[in-house]
Protein backbone atom coordinates (compact mmCIF):
# COMPACT_ATOMS: atom_id res chain seq x y z
CA UNK A 1 0.00 0.00 0.00
CA UNK A 2 0.92 3.20 -0.71
CA UNK A 3 -0.48 6.49 0.94
CA UNK A 4 1.02 9.76 0.22
CA UNK A 5 -0.67 12.38 2.96
CA UNK A 6 -0.73 16.15 2.77
CA UNK A 7 -1.22 18.35 5.62
CA UNK A 8 -4.24 20.41 5.31
CA UNK A 9 -6.10 23.17 6.23
CA UNK A 10 -9.26 22.18 4.22
CA UNK A 11 -10.09 19.56 1.48
CA UNK A 12 -12.83 18.20 -0.16
CA UNK A 13 -14.11 16.15 -2.50
CA UNK A 14 -16.56 16.63 -5.36
CA UNK A 15 -18.33 13.95 -7.55
CA UNK A 16 -20.55 15.14 -10.45
CA UNK A 17 -20.98 18.57 -8.90
CA UNK A 18 -21.74 16.99 -5.52
CA UNK A 19 -19.85 17.27 -2.20
CA UNK A 20 -19.16 13.69 -1.19
CA UNK A 21 -16.37 14.07 1.64
CA UNK A 22 -14.73 17.18 3.29
CA UNK A 23 -12.52 18.11 6.25
CA UNK A 24 -11.39 21.17 7.66
CA UNK A 25 -7.54 20.90 9.23
CA UNK A 26 -6.18 17.39 9.31
CA UNK A 27 -4.86 15.12 7.01
CA UNK A 28 -5.50 14.14 3.38
CA UNK A 29 -4.65 10.69 2.43
CA UNK A 30 -4.52 8.96 -1.04
CA UNK A 31 -4.71 5.44 -0.76
CA UNK A 32 -2.74 3.57 -3.39
CA UNK A 33 -3.99 -0.66 -2.82
CA UNK A 34 -1.29 -2.87 -4.42
CA UNK A 35 -2.00 -6.62 -4.88
CA UNK A 36 -0.15 -8.29 -1.74
CA UNK A 37 -1.95 -5.98 0.69
CA UNK A 38 -4.90 -7.42 3.27
CA UNK A 39 -7.51 -6.60 5.68
CA UNK A 40 -3.66 -6.08 8.48
CA UNK A 41 -2.27 -3.90 6.02
CA UNK A 42 -4.54 -1.72 5.57
CA UNK A 43 -5.14 -1.15 9.29
CA UNK A 44 -1.22 -1.44 10.39
CA UNK A 45 -1.24 1.75 7.76
CA UNK A 46 -4.41 3.41 9.13
CA UNK A 47 -2.99 3.42 12.78
CA UNK A 48 0.40 5.04 11.62
CA UNK A 49 -1.17 7.43 9.58
CA UNK A 50 -3.43 8.36 12.70
CA UNK A 51 -0.61 8.85 15.06
CA UNK A 52 2.15 10.56 12.56
CA UNK A 53 3.62 13.29 13.73
CA UNK A 54 3.03 16.14 11.16
CA UNK A 55 1.23 19.23 13.51
CA UNK A 56 3.11 21.39 15.09
CA UNK A 57 3.04 21.66 18.86
CA UNK A 58 3.58 25.02 20.57
CA UNK A 59 7.44 25.22 19.70
CA UNK A 60 6.76 24.77 16.32
CA UNK A 61 8.12 21.23 16.14
CA UNK A 62 6.23 18.45 13.77
CA UNK A 63 4.95 16.70 16.91
CA UNK A 64 1.30 16.20 17.41
CA UNK A 65 -0.85 13.78 15.26
CA UNK A 66 -4.40 13.93 13.75
CA UNK A 67 -5.72 12.48 16.20
CA UNK A 68 -3.72 14.93 19.09
CA UNK A 69 -5.32 18.70 17.10
CA UNK A 70 -8.57 16.38 16.57
CA UNK A 71 -8.14 17.21 13.26
CA UNK A 72 -10.13 15.84 10.02
CA UNK A 73 -9.04 12.96 8.18
CA UNK A 74 -10.41 12.53 4.46
CA UNK A 75 -9.53 8.98 2.59
CA UNK A 76 -9.68 8.98 -1.12
CA UNK A 77 -8.82 6.44 -3.46
CA UNK A 78 -5.77 6.09 -5.66
CA UNK A 79 -4.69 3.54 -7.95
CA UNK A 80 -2.33 5.75 -9.98
CA UNK A 81 -0.12 5.63 -6.91
CA UNK A 82 0.51 2.05 -7.18
CA UNK A 83 1.82 2.29 -11.24
CA UNK A 84 5.26 1.01 -11.78
CA UNK A 85 6.58 4.21 -13.62
CA UNK A 86 10.34 2.86 -13.51
CA UNK A 87 10.78 2.32 -17.47
CA UNK A 88 8.98 3.76 -20.63
CA UNK A 89 6.99 6.62 -20.89
CA UNK A 90 3.54 5.12 -19.88
CA UNK A 91 2.93 3.79 -16.49
CA UNK A 92 2.36 0.15 -15.95
CA UNK A 93 -0.27 -0.71 -13.14
CA UNK A 94 0.50 -4.57 -12.91
CA UNK A 95 1.17 -4.27 -8.90
CA UNK A 96 -2.51 -2.13 -8.66
CA UNK A 97 -4.73 -4.68 -6.72
CA UNK A 98 -7.96 -5.36 -8.82
CA UNK A 99 -10.77 -3.02 -8.62
CA UNK A 100 -13.30 -5.39 -6.60
CA UNK A 101 -10.55 -6.52 -4.30
CA UNK A 102 -9.47 -2.74 -3.76
CA UNK A 103 -13.10 -1.37 -3.20
CA UNK A 104 -13.28 -4.05 -0.17
CA UNK A 105 -9.79 -2.86 1.54
CA UNK A 106 -10.37 0.45 0.34
CA UNK A 107 -14.34 0.42 2.32
CA UNK A 108 -12.68 -1.26 5.55
CA UNK A 109 -10.04 1.20 5.70
CA UNK A 110 -12.81 3.81 5.79
CA UNK A 111 -15.30 2.13 8.39
CA UNK A 112 -12.27 1.06 10.74
CA UNK A 113 -11.33 4.81 10.68
CA UNK A 114 -14.50 5.92 11.56
CA UNK A 115 -14.63 3.57 14.51
CA UNK A 116 -10.72 4.99 15.66
CA UNK A 117 -11.21 8.52 14.60
CA UNK A 118 -14.29 10.87 15.67
CA UNK A 119 -13.97 12.98 12.09
CA UNK A 120 -13.34 10.59 8.60
CA UNK A 121 -14.26 11.60 5.59
CA UNK A 122 -14.10 9.64 2.47
CA UNK A 123 -14.09 10.10 -1.65
CA UNK A 124 -15.83 7.61 -3.69
CA UNK A 125 -14.08 4.50 -5.15
CA UNK A 126 -13.82 4.22 -9.02
CA UNK A 127 -15.52 7.83 -9.31
CA UNK A 128 -14.15 11.00 -11.34
CA UNK A 129 -13.00 12.87 -8.43
CA UNK A 130 -12.48 16.77 -8.20
CA UNK A 131 -10.42 17.06 -5.07
CA UNK A 132 -9.74 20.61 -3.50
CA UNK A 133 -6.89 21.26 -1.00
CA UNK A 134 -5.41 23.92 0.94
CA UNK A 135 -1.57 22.49 1.26
CA UNK A 136 -0.49 23.65 4.94
CA UNK A 137 3.25 23.89 4.48
CA UNK A 138 2.97 22.70 1.70
CA UNK A 139 3.48 19.22 4.07
CA UNK A 140 3.46 16.04 1.84
CA UNK A 141 4.38 12.57 3.04
CA UNK A 142 4.63 9.02 1.36
CA UNK A 143 4.00 6.01 3.18
Known amino acids: ?12 VV ?3 ESVGAIDQGILAFI ?3 KEDTEKSVEDS ?3 LLAYRIFSDTDGK ?3 SVKDIDGGLLLV ?6 ADTRRGL ?4 SSAMPPAEAEQLYDHMV ?6 HGKVASGRFAADMQVELVNDGPVTFIL
Open 77 to 82: SQFTLA
Open 1 to 12: MIVLIQRVRQAS
Open 32 to 34: GLQ
Open 62 to 64: MNL
Open 46 to 48: LER
Open 15 to 17: VDG
Open 111 to 116: VIARQR
Open 90 to 93: RPSF
